[in-house]
């Protein structure tokens, strides 16, 4: 079976609908450089990284590098099963990525485990894809992690869930777009089409930019969480006030003289409550 036959039936969250854009930015990565892809799932967008860096005909050396933690969620494993593939709940999916990318023969680096973990070496990157990084938590900490290493003028940056919050409608879902819009004049958009999926219509598209000028990413995430902070201290300050003023209300009932007329009645409401929750007692009691 032909390799690019071999990509597209592998099962994909988007990497197999934007392959020729991801075979095309991995072919033209400059030499000494690497390809970053956090978010691999089942090596449907690593198939078409690894045909564009077949494509190279010994331009110099190009990294693959891939993060995920490789471990089946209920949701995975229901996307799986649309494409004719069976994975169980908690399965380690990574002996099987590894599996289907062999016949590719292009050396690729897996790191397992969460991506809010992940590490880099500090090496040049040249195309940068992220499929996993959804929320800030995450989004954050790959800024700081893979970001220095980006080059102006020169690294690929491919957000796959750029416009997931369109979707979703979750403020959280919205940190990539925040980054990207508010260092505007840092990122080039990159036109590209997708193709149909399985079910015959377009996902949700992507979002690729070519990193023009750097970012401080270190400030920008800085400025972000203090932010952040800034509101959670405003809610909380809103809270205690409510929680004050209800204070207050109570306290008001409490002395007022219907209260302490209505205390007999409380009283005797609350001795047949004992009384129906102790239930009856035997004789010999």
Same mark, same amino acid.
């Given at each position: ?16 609908? !934007? ?7 991995? *072919? ?25 860096? &077949?494509? @190279? ?10 993060? #995920?933690? $490789? ?10 099963? *649309? $494409? ?13 990525? &590894? @599996? ?5 023969? !292009? ?6 485990? #969460?991506?809010?973990?992940?590490? $880099? ?124 003023? &209800? ?11 219907? $209260? ?6 409380? *009283? ?18």
């Amino acid at each position: 079976m032909d390799l690019h036959e071999i990509a597209d039936r592998i099962p994909s969250m988007g990497g197999t609908e !934007i392959g020729s854009l991801l075979r095309r930015v991995a *072919r033209d990565a400059p030499a000494e450089t690497s390809v970053v892809e956090v978010g691999c799932w089942l090596g449907a967008g690593t198939a078409q990284l690894a045909l564009g860096l &077949r494509e @190279r005909q010994g331009a110099g050396s190009v990294q693959l590098h891939c993060y #995920d933690r $490789w471990h089946a969620n209920e949701s995975e494993v229901g996307k799986a099963t *649309r $494409w004719g593939v069976e994975l169980s709940v908690g399965e380690d999916t990574l002996p099987q990525t &590894r @599996r289907t990318l062999e016949p590719f023969e !292009i050396p690729i680096h897996f790191h397992k485990g #969460d991506v809010g973990a992940s590490r $880099w070496d500090g090496g040049p990157i040249s195309v940068y894809v992220d499929d996993a990084s959804k929320k800030w938590q995450a989004f954050y900490h790959v800024l700081l992690t893979f970001g220095p290493s980006w080059m102006p003028g020169e690294t690929v940056v491919v957000l796959m869930d750029y416009h997931i919050w369109k979707s979703t409608g979750a403020a959280e879902h919205q940190c990539q777009k925040e980054f990207v819009e508010s260092n505007h004049s840092c990122f080039e958009p990159i036109e590209h089409v997708g193709q149909p999926n399985t079910e015959g219509c377009l996902p949700t598209q992507p979002a690729v930019f070519l990193y023009r000028a750097p970012v401080d990413f270190g400030k920008w995430v800085a400025t972000r969480c203090m932010g952040s902070l800034a509101a959670a201290q405003e809610e909380i300050k809103s809270l205690s006030g409510q929680v004050r003023q &209800r204070d207050e209300k109570l306290h008001e009932l409490k002395s007022s003289t219907s $209260w302490r007329i209505t205390a007999p009645l409380r *009283r005797c409401v609350d001795g047949a409550r004992q009384l129906v929750h102790s239930g009856p007692r035997s004789p010999s009691e």
